[in-house]
């Protein structure tokens, strides 16, 4: 069991399934981040920078007029990860792994990006903490991400094109798998979500299981008790096991992922895969076995999400051992049930909300009358939504004619 733990299995889910030469780097840093976790000097430090330099604890805030609106019988708390440094809760993983190749003593950080934040994070904890940055992204993403490119320039990384493939983040990633099987002796991969080949679900989890740390402390002072039911997007899905790590021993606290239901279910402009929808099945996606969006071929399926960090084909392999031990419920938000969610957090908190983040508020609004009398519901705000407001006026735009 232990042995298996440490070969990061989920039930049945994650492992490694990587080439030959890359099983030693992951070794290494399986290795290393043991101990890293174990000398107070690197935590201590970490510590430190989570709360001077990305401004956490983050608050939990009582969304009194959402309550209302929902009809006033549950209390609803969002967990601000929005108030971050950088907009959302991805500098907490991508400061710790910064760390985490400084304490190994490499030099260089490399990471994949789709629409540019995981990108950015890195680049600014590359940028903190003084090392050469890589970020791959592919070249109808870096088109559509202007303004990020231009970010992470001004921070100091180089954004590498990645024409090959859709020229989006699944080629990304397996462009910045190549570069490290050249580079890993002074190279660190920075894995952006709870994906990946073991160990990464496991280092980018437990980084972010800060969140879920801080929430439960805070909302039993605020409510007296814990939640009955804990809400969060899922793209990756790191916000969401940050969030649910501290919960998952409480029977009674009801954990909620929400995945991008796009155009529909029907079709396969979605990123359901854990909703059970005739394209999601088990699979071997970037070095993890979990489930995957794929067409009955094994041909991995393209992805369509209003938002683009909820729009990838697999699923961080705890969320599949979640999903299959029945100890979480995942459901979806359409991309037009996102967008009023959107819309609904800016008019009555004056929250402008990251579009991902939109899809758990919607999962609030959907089950507004579900709510148990005097319940307490918690949604996890993973980032802020200023990067979206093309894309809103866009959907809004298009929605209308
Ligand atoms: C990237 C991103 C997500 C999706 O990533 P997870 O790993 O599933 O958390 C969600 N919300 C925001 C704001 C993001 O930037």
Sequence with gaps: MGARANRGYFGRFGGAFAPETLMPALAE?????????????WQAEYARLLETYCGRATPLYEAVNLGKRLGGRARVFLKREDLNHTGAHKITNALGQALLARFMGKGRLIAETGAGQHGVATATAAALLGMECDIFMGTV?????????????????????????????KDAVNEAMRDWTRTVRDTHYAFGSALGPHPFPTIVRDFQSVIGRECRAQVKAAAGKLPDEVVACVGGGSNAIGIFSAFIKDAGVKLVGVEAGGRGLRGAEHAARLTPSANSRPGILHGSYSYVLQDKDGQISNTHSVSAGLDYSAVGPE???????????????????????????????????????????????????????GSVVVINLSGRGDKDIDSVAKFLGGAAS
Aim: include cysteine; charged fraction near 25%; hydrophobic fraction near 40%.
């Design 141 to 169: 993403d870096m088109e559509r991400q202007l303004p990020n490119v231009f970010r992470m320039n001004l921070l100091g990384a180089r954004v590498v094109p990645v024409p090959s493939g859709g020229k989006t983040l």
């Design 29 to 41: 840093a399986w290795e290393a981040y043991g101990r890293f976790r174990a000398d107070e000097r």
């Design 319 to 373: 969320h599949s051992h979640l999903f299959e031990s029945g100890r979480a419920a995942y459901t979806y938000a359409t991309d037009k049930e996102a967008v009023g969610a959107f819309k609904a957090l800016c008019e009555c908190e004056g929250i402008i909300p990251a579009l991902e983040s939109s899809h758990a508020v919607a999962y609030a609004i959907k089950n507004a009358g579900k709510m148990k009398k």
